[in-house]
């Protein structure tokens, strides 16, 4: 196509095939609307595709593709809150058996509902730290704060989570707390 | 994997991403004017562009790499030694004073009427401010030179700890009881977890620190320091590891100290004898699970005037289904009792206050003031006047702060903000009504 882009499209393949679905993933437990989490998907991978030349490719591209992706998460949330509310499920129309599943869909249900509770800020530094495992002071980075912000905004996350989830987090004895 | 972050793993492993490669890559040298016809989507907006992302791009790598630091390295910055006005054989180095003209706030800590400690975020950089006139105006009192990543401790109107943390590498602790105006700082020490997460604690001259790692595994790795000469030189008391739980160890949490043996630790993730409350008597060298009453969940770290003491069930002032209960001992931790509290069908709106070892204060969705100043055998309620009810119509309470069971601070913001956005309050009336003070 006789790009002048600093990566080759088999480059761009190979990345949208290995990191695609961990971004698709974090839009989606940002945003909990799949429509709105392929957009960012997409808009996120342009974004750094174009500025590909600006990664520092001895780090790793993970979190530098993850800050774009925080970044579009907010400006289209924001956008879609005109017209969406946010969070709101979107589960496409599915119908699974209520009984096969019951537990598993209230357990799902009740994280849903309790990280929609969390604010913005605090929900994408709780997917970014216990989903994408990222530690901490890249969670700092990635989100352009300081990493003390980033320890108090966790730890006020997991507050809430517990507050909110106190049976979960009561199971399994590891978590509970 | 831990128990939250196989929760999240649920709730999205399955989820399939409907954008393929070619819906990308045809967008990503398309002349903008075509674009917004072309995506998928309608939900595209005008304003970014390459310029955009080379901004974002230049903002992420500039940023230090992982495990690094603003201020990387293991030595404080320079600095005067010699005498200092605690009499301390350390270093000392100033604040800058710098009144912060819009203080962001992170955590507030009301020390009196008057004086008061905040995190602050001063521009892009965490640092501690303080106080002396209500909170109406904040100065920048962080030690010259000390980066981001730092623990903070009131312990006093005028008097705090700090420690400046260099994950994996180094740790230092500055003390001052002149209100920030200079801190005085003893040798770094070596610490080899990297989250930059510390708890510290003192009596006297003795001071604690804990340099451990934020997360939900079973035990959390921790390191406990021990200094015996006010925060000058430290040794290793103590240390957990996530794969080894120490028997003698419970892991990462914040710490209280009565005196040079008697403590707690408040394990909220884990521990070898589960979640709760964990006592020593030596110091921090050998850890046992506290003696609570039955029914008693996840307690919180208490504080104690003397051998009285107060610390609230989190867990059951968390859940919707307990009922919420304050744990008060007077015999210094030794055994604990529980006492009710009359929310009724209100719930928590923060974490409540405990403001010595007898008074607590709690603060409700409804805005409804739950204080006590005998240990929890009595309670006042006070509910929030129109204003203060319109103000909670559109906002929520993050952290409350009181001197009094009537003066206390709130950060207040509007729902859904982040913290950071959230604006200080006062009130003088026990919660009736509150007022902006700062920002």
């Known amino acids: 196509m006789g790009r002048s882009f600093p990566i080759t499209e088999d480059q761009a393949r190979s990345l949208y095939g290995s990191h695609q679905a961990r971004v698709f993933r974090f839009a989606l437990l940002a945003t909990h609307q799949p429509t709105l989490a392929a957009d960012i998907t997409q808009e996120t991978f342009i974004r750094a595709f174009r500025a590909y030349d600006s990664y520092d490719s001895r780090l790793p591209f993970e979190p530098w593709l993850l800050k774009i992706a925080v970044n579009v998460t907010r400006t289209l949330l924001a956008k879609s809150r005109r017209t969406v509310p946010a969070l709101l ?59 003390g912000t980033a320890k108090s905004r966790l730890a006020a996350a997991l507050a809430e989570l517990r507050r909110l989830l106190p049976v979960a987090f009561r199971e399994g004895g590891n978590v509970r707390g | 994997m831990d128990e939250l972050r196989r929760r999240l793993s649920d709730l999205v492993d399955g989820a399939e991403n409907p954008v393929s490669f070619n819906d990308v890559w045809r967008n990503v040298d398309m002349p903008r004017n075509q674009q917004k016809a072309k995506r998928r989507s309608g939900l595209w907006w005008a304003a970014s562009g390459v310029a955009a992302v080379a901004l974002v791009a230049a903002v992420f790598l500039s940023a230090p790499p992982a495990g690094e630091n603003h201020h990387h390295g293991t030595n404080p910055p320079p600095s005067t030694k010699g005498a200092n006005p605690q009499g301390k054989t350390g270093t000392t180095v100033p604040s800058s004073e710098a009144i912060i003209a ?44 000390v980066g981001n990543t730092m623990a903070f401790q009131p312990t006093g109107p005028e008097s705090a700890l700090l420690a400046w943390i260099r994950p994996l590498q180094a740790a230092t602790v500055y003390t001052t009881s002149d209100g920030g105006k200079t801190w005085t700082h003893g040798k770094s020490f070596p610490i080899k977890y990297g989250d930059g997460n510390a708890y510290l604690g003192e009596s006297g001259r003795d001071v604690w620190i804990e340099v451990g790692e934020a ?135 923060a974490n409540p206050d405990v403001l010595s070892g007898t008074a607590a204060v709690m603060v409700g969705t409804s805005g409804t003031i739950y204080a006590t100043t005998d240990g929890g055998g009595t309670w006042s309620t006070t509910k929030p006047g129109i204003t203060a009810q319109q103000l909670l119509s559109t906002n929520v309470i993050t952290q409350v702060s009181f001197f009094t069971p009537v003066v206390g601070w709130a950060l207040i913001g509007p729902k859904g903000s982040a913290l950071e956005q959230a604006a200080l309050y006062l009130t003088t009336d026990g919660g009736v009504s509150w007022r902006a003070i700062a920002k």
């Open chain 2, 102 to 145: 819009q203080p962001s706030f992170s955590s507030v800590s009301m020390t009196s009427a008057e004086t008061g400690w905040a995190e602050v975020l001063n521009g892009s950089t965490l640092g501690v401010a303080h106080t002396s006139d209500g909170g109406a105006t904040w100065h920048d009192v962080t030690p010259r030179g």
């Open chain 2, 215 to 349: 997360g939900m595994a079973s035990v959390l790795p921790a390191q406990l320091f021990k200094s015996v000469d006010a925060g000058m030189t430290f040794a290793l008391v103590n240390q957990s590891s996530s794969t080894s739980a120490h028997s003698s160890f419970p892991g990462f949490g914040p710490i209280v100290f009565l005196n040079a043996w008697d403590g707690f630790t408040s394990v909220v993730h884990g521990g070898p004898d589960g979640l709760g409350l964990y006592r020593t008597t030596d110091g921090g060298k050998t850890w046992s699970a506290a003696t609570l009453p039955a029914g008693a969940q996840q307690v919180g770290l208490p504080v104690f005037s003397g051998q009285r003491g107060l610390a609230w069930d989190v867990q059951a002032v968390s859940s919707t289904t307990s009922a919420p209960s304050l744990l008060r001992t007077t015999d210094g931790g030794s055994t604990w009792q529980q006492a009710q509290i009359p929310l009724g069908s209100d719930s928590v709106a």
């Open chain 1, 89 to 147: 499920p979107d589960r496409g129309g599915e119908a699974p058996s209520p009984e096969a599943i019951r537990l598993a869909a209230e357990e799902s249900e009740a994280l849903w509902d309790a990280l929609s509770h969390l604010t913005e800020r605090q929900r994408e530094l709780v997917i970014l730290h216990f989903y994408n495992d990222l530690p901490l002071t890249v969670c700092a980075q990635t989100l352009g704060i300081p990493a």
